[in-house]
Each structure stands twice: as C-alpha cells, then as structure tokens.
C-alpha cells in the first residue's frame, strides 16, 4: 500500500517557526516530483512548495521567501521549513506526489511538477496562527 504520512503541524504566533514533514512509501517517493500544498475550507487547494527528484524546486509567490521545501532520500522523507509565519498561513498542510492520474492541484505556471496531477496523498496537518 503506498502511502504517505504528514506531521508536525501546531499552533504559533505570528513570525514563529514550523517544520512538517512528509514520510512516504518507496513507490510514492522514488523518481517523483512532490508537493505541499495547503486548503482553508471553502476555498481551493492552494499548492505552495514543489520539488522534483532531481532537487528542483519552485514556490507560490505566498510562501517565496518564508518557506523552504527539501527532501531526504535516505528517509524518503519530504520536509516543508516554514519561518516569518502568518495568519494568512493558517491551514491544513498536505504533501502529495505527482503522477499521470490522479487529482489536480493548483500551481504556479513556473512549477517544476510539470504534470499537474497527483496520485497519492498525505492526510492534512493543521497549522494554526495567531496574531
């Protein structure tokens, strides 16, 4: 069963740090280009940070600057490095793994996941912002 686990969402003040991370199947990592992205209900999935297996990456213009995505390969392990949080940050995180089938999640046009769909999906950690 492939499968990938999201942790290490929480609740911070504004300008306060967190590190999620995304430990994935070998199937659901290997060769493949990765996401986060994040949804507030009622609204789209927005997705933030993009890596593909050859260690490229791209970021929404919400996140350039704050966020970091990287990748373990040893651990099969995806991690989203989030600093100078916001309110506006406030949403449940996934990460995802891109693949000829699956579902579309909204991206910049400059993504390095150039497919825009994916296949396997984390469950959602909540990160939660306070002024």
């Known amino acids: 069963q492939e499968s990938l686990v999201a942790s290490g969402g929480g609740s911070v003040q504004t300008g306060g740090s967190l590190r999620l991370s995304c430990v994935a199947s070998?199937?659901?990592?290997?060769?493949?280009?990765m996401i986060w992205f994040r949804q507030v209900p009622g609204k789209e999935r927005e997705g933030i940070a993009h890596m593909e297996s050859d260690g490229r990456t791209s970021y929404a213009d919400s996140v350039k600057g704050r966020f970091t995505i990287s990748r373990d390969d040893v651990r099969k392990t995806l991690y989203l490095q989030m600093d100078s949080l916001k309110p506006e940050d406030t949403a449940m995180y996934y990460c995802a793994t891109e693949g000829e089938e699956g579902r579309v999640v909204p991206m910049p046009y400059n993504a390095v996941c150039r497919l825009g769909l994916f296949t396997y999906f984390s469950q959602g950690t909540q990160v939660t912002v306070s002024s």
């Open positions: 070998l199937y659901a990592y290997k060769d493949k280009c």
